[in-house]
């Protein structure tokens, strides 16, 4: 578990780095970037929770025209399970998920962009480190409730990994407004319960899609 956090403060001090680099070097400053998110889960993950919405905050720096350094911190909750793929649809899973990392961004088309400078594609990637919190109720294995298997609360320290790509569109200076969709796994375990008919779940996949504002401070965007 220390290592986990010490990887934590060393991803965000990294970042930190870059954007106190970036400042100084090209004059960006910073930039700020909430978002809303909406999580898919996909794989051995979908068989037990449904999509959910989510928060992230990026806080970062342009170094260049063509790269945006970010620190990230985001809060995703999975509250409700998937009743059409669990065998008892009444039982109680949840996966809690709160990460913070670096992201970087990279812009192909730099300040120039498409349509007249407003139009602004980028790919983009990430590593994270995330605190999750699993809890599965406990439930009987049939209708008499003779035999009821003890709930089950998870928690650990995981690395994760999210890739994808999105465009952002200028419709004033210094403040952007972007949308995109990535990839991501977390390296976690969800522990099966064969009387429950519940397999392993090995690494959190999911699909997100994002919308939020990046605002550019304090200088001219781009």
């Known amino acids: 578990m220390r290592s986990y956090r010490s990887v934590t403060l060393m991803l965000v001090l990294l970042c930190a780095g870059f954007?106190?680099?970036s400042s100084a070097q090209t004059g960006v400053g910073l930039t700020i970037s909430p978002r809303g998110l909406y999580a898919i889960p996909v794989g051995s993950l979908a068989d037990r929770l449904v999509p959910?919405?989510?928060?992230k905050l990026g806080i970062g720096a342009r170094l260049d025209e063509n790269w945006t350094w970010e620190g990230t911190f985001e809060a995703t909750r999975f509250m409700k399970g998937n009743k059409d793929q669990l065998y008892?649809?009444?039982?109680?899973v949840t996966l809690e998920l709160y990460?913070?990392?670096?992201?970087?961004?990279?812009?192909?088309?730099?300040?120039?962009?498409?349509l007249a400078g407003k139009v602004h594609p980028?790919?983009?990637?990430?590593?994270?480190?995330?605190?999750?919190l699993a809890r599965r109720g406990a439930h009987a294995t049939?209708?008499?409730?003779?035999v009821v298997v003890p709930g089950l609360v998870q928690q650990d320290?995981?690395?994760?990994f999210r890739g994808g790509a999105g465009i952002e569109f200028l419709p004033i200076e210094r403040v952007g407004i972007f949308g995109q969709v990535t990839y991501g796994v977390v390296v976690g375990e969800l522990w099966p319960a064969l009387a429950?008919?519940?397999?392993?779940?090995s690494g959190f996949q999911t699909v997100e899609g994002s919308v939020g504002l990046r605002v550019y401070l304090p200088s001219k965007l781009f």
């Open 88 to 92: 008892f649809p009444d039982l109680q």
């Open 122 to 132: 980028f790919m983009t990637g990430g590593l994270s480190v995330y605190r999750w």
């Open 19 to 21: 954007v106190s680099l």
């Open 99 to 114: 990460g913070a990392g670096v992201q970087a961004s990279y812009y192909p088309f730099g300040a120039e962009g498409i």
């Open 142 to 146: 049939d209708s008499t409730g003779a």
């Open 52 to 55: 959910t919405g989510g928060v």
């Open 157 to 160: 320290w995981s690395l994760g």
């Open 196 to 201: 429950l008919h519940l397999e392993n779940t």
